[in-house]
């Protein structure tokens, strides 16, 4: 394993997790069961005003599927995080994060919190909140593009097989959110969601 490692930690299913990476570190997020939707969002870490711009990103790397060499772009068209290596490739990146509302929405279920919800509680703590949330990333989920198979479900089974990984490197000082999702009502996690491992690192890692 890469060494040093400034971070190693388990995030339960269903739970948030944050961290500030500084410039030119690692940030490594590993699938460890398989099929485990991770909903993600980054800032600029000195001024999250300037935050992570889907239409920028998708504009700039032409596909709608995230996979290595692509950067993150923010919204001043400033790459964000370069994702350096990615064993299971084509993340999502339209289908947004789930909520309780929209989970009501969708699925006719009541006070079934998602990723949203997540996403607030792990903003909270450095002064963010509503208004910071943008249209996120979905790493390991696999949202179809054909207009048929999205007439039944926007999501699909995930296709990351037990310790698929993909690895961002911070290309400035970089706050990064993560809601382990949650959610039970679409294939996204194969209904069972499950642990993640996230380690921040100086070099890149290496299993």
Same mark, same amino acid.
């Given at each position: 394993?890469?060494? @040093?490692?400034?971070?190693? *930690?388990?995030? @339960? +299913?269903? /739970?948030?997790? !944050? ?29 999250? /005003? ?8 998708? =504009?700039?790397?032409?596909?709608? =599927?995230?996979?290595?060499? %692509? %950067? ?12 350096? %290596?990615?064993?299971?490739?084509? %993340? ?24 949203? /919800?997540?996403?607030? !509680?792990?903003?909270? *703590? ?17 949202? @179809?593009?054909? =207009?048929?198979?999205? #007439?039944?479900?926007?999501? #699909?089974?995930?296709?990351? !097989? ?13 706050? +990064? ?14 209904? =069972? ?15």
């Amino acid at each position: 394993m890469t060494q @040093p490692t400034i971070l190693d *930690e388990i995030v @339960p +299913a269903g /739970e948030p997790w !944050s961290a500030l990476i500084e410039h030119g570190n690692f940030l490594t997020i590993i699938d460890l069961e398989g099929q485990q939707g991770v909903d993600f969002l980054c800032y600029n870490g000195d001024n999250p /005003e300037e935050r992570y711009h889907a239409p920028n990103t998708l =504009k700039a790397i032409e596909t709608l =599927k995230l996979s290595t060499g %692509h %950067h993150l772009y923010s919204d001043i068209a400033r790459p964000i995080f370069t994702i350096t %290596h990615d064993s299971c490739s084509g %993340h999502d990146t339209i289908a947004g994060c789930c909520s309780a509302p929209s989970n009501e929405m969708l699925y006719g279920v009541h006070n079934i919190p998602g990723c949203r /919800e997540n996403f607030l !509680s792990a903003l909270n *703590e450095y002064g963010l909140g509503r208004k910071d949330i943008v249209p996120n990333i979905n790493f390991f989920c696999d949202v @179809p593009v054909d =207009k048929n198979q999205m #007439a039944d479900n926007v999501f #699909a089974s995930g296709a990351s !097989s037990p310790g698929d990984y993909v690895s961002l490197q911070a290309k400035m000082r970089a706050l +990064a959110i993560i809601s382990n999702c949650p959610q039970m009502n679409n294939p996204c996690n194969s209904g =069972k969601p499950t642990d993640i491992r996230v380690i921040v690192s100086v070099g890149p890692w290496q299993d």
